[in-house]
């Protein structure tokens, strides 16, 4: 499969804070969901797939072109999301087109009105009387009016109810019935990939955990709760992290097979959910 | 199409696809050279990631019971051997479970019934 975002090897060095060998790659036709905790540096490996950013070293290529030669023709095929508001909030939404419509060929009215009206966004009110919701869909509306086969979007539900962000998972749904089409999007509402996202992208401390289909996540990883006795030096190597009370211990597996062999009928093993497999592989790190 | 997915059943959801649309090709409710909804289509109806849809039909692809066109989308393939066993095995079960019903209506009890059975299987050959 054709990846359409590819980063080799990427470091990128903050106060405080480091991009470390990082290397992601994000397929063509399906939905990727990028998760992490915060300030783990999942911002800014999307602002460094959009150029927002450049790394210290590494490379980073979307589309398969390199930002040093085709900047302008990347840019024109990638639609982006950001969380914060990015609008000049004393301007209309129609003043606003009127800036960023030119700098995009493919630029479609139709779509900017079919969009607008789906949406029940004003186009004549100005942008600061929109609520946090208007003004995702607002920034949605402008990422999805000039035909762009990539979309990256930068936690696009936080903050948002959950009728809201239940509409966004169809809006993304009715796009994706375009095989050629992308999304890529960061979030830690993790709830809301489970009905969307075909691949599951983790980063912790700035390193690539994993990116799996998130099938294979379930089929792999499993939370196991038994009881304290049953475990020994020997057998909690077989776990990412365990987490002990007076009770019983509740771990993360990521060898769900191996453990049954091992374990048997004496622990339960269940489904974990995206946030279980964050919260133990951070304590395990 | 009827396609009910749990979300808590402990069966993935890809296998609650596959089960069920090779249920509904088994008891004919589509037919062969019937088209399936795209994996898109139906992962949008579904409201579940295309990974899960693609894999269910991959899956009956495989064993037979579906087709792929590139381009064109997915559809029943013509019935094989296996499906046709699979099915009379069914269509079997589901007599011999109203013979059984009969039978105790009438307190015929399992051996007579075994007699008769084996009466009428040899009578036939």
């Known amino acids: 499969m054709e990846n359409v975002i590819e980063l080799h090897h990427v470091n990128k060095t903050f106060k405080g804070f480091q991009i470390k060998d990082l290397s992601i790659s994000v397929k063509k036709g399906f939905v990727t969901g990028f998760i992490g905790g915060n300030g783990v540096g999942k911002s800014t490996t999307i602002k460094m797939i959009l150029n927002l950013l450049q790394p210290d070293s590494g490379s980073v290529s979307v589309f398969g072109l390199d930002y040093k030669k085709n900047e302008k023709e990347i840019k024109q095929r990638i639609g982006f999301v950001f969380d914060q508001n990015i609008f000049y909030e004393d301007l209309t939404l129609t003043e606003m087109k009127r800036l960023i419509k030119p700098a995009y060929k493919n630029w479609d009215d139709s779509l900017f009105h079919h969009y607008a009206e789906k949406f029940d966004l004003p186009l004549k009110k100005k942008m600061k009387t929109f609520s946090k919701g208007m003004l995702m869909k607002a920034s949605l509306t402008f990422a999805l009016s000039h035909h762009a086969e990539l979309i990256i979007m930068d936690e696009p539900t936080s903050g948002l109810d959950p009728i809201f962000r239940r509409e966004l998972l169809e809006i993304l749904h009715d796009l994706m019935q375009d095989s050629s089409r992308t999304i890529f999007f960061s979030t830690h509402i993790t709830t809301d990939l489970d009905r969307i996202a075909d691949y599951i992208t983790f980063i912790h401390n700035g390193e690539h955990v994993f990116t799996k289909e998130q099938n294979r996540i379930e089929e792999e990883y499993a939370i196991v709760k038994g009881e304290t006795n049953l475990l020994d030096s020997d057998t909690e190597q077989e776990f990412i992290s365990v987490r002990k009370s007076n009770h019983g211990f509740e771990a993360l597996t990521i060898n769900k097979q191996h453990t049954k062999k091992i374990f048997g009928d004496t622990v339960i093993l269940e489904k974990p959910t995206l946030e279980d497999i964050m919260l133990y592989t951070k304590k395990g790190m | ?125």
């Not at chain 2, 808590?8 to 609650?16: D, L, V």
């Not at chain 2, 589509?30 to 409201?47: C, F, T, V, Y």
């Not at chain 2, 849809?53 to 590139?70: C, D, H, P, Q």
């Open chain 2, 1 to 125: 199409m009827q396609i009910i997915i749990s979300n808590h059943s402990k069966e993935p959801i890809y296998e609650q696809i596959y089960v069920q649309i090779k249920k509904h090709i088994l008891t004919n409710e589509i037919q062969a050279g019937q088209a399936l909804p795209s994996m898109r289509q139906l992962a949008k109806d579904l409201n579940i990631s295309i990974i899960t849809t693609k894999r269910a039909y991959e899956e009956l692809e495989k064993n037979g019971f579906i087709f792929s066109i590139v381009g064109k989308g997915s559809f029943v393939s013509e019935q094989n051997n296996e499906m046709i066993r699979e099915r009379k095995m069914q269509a079997i079960e589901e007599q011999l479970t109203a013979v059984i019903q009969n039978s105790k209506e009438i307190g015929i009890k399992l051996p007579e019934l075994k007699e008769l059975l084996t009466m009428l299987y040899k009578e036939d050959t």
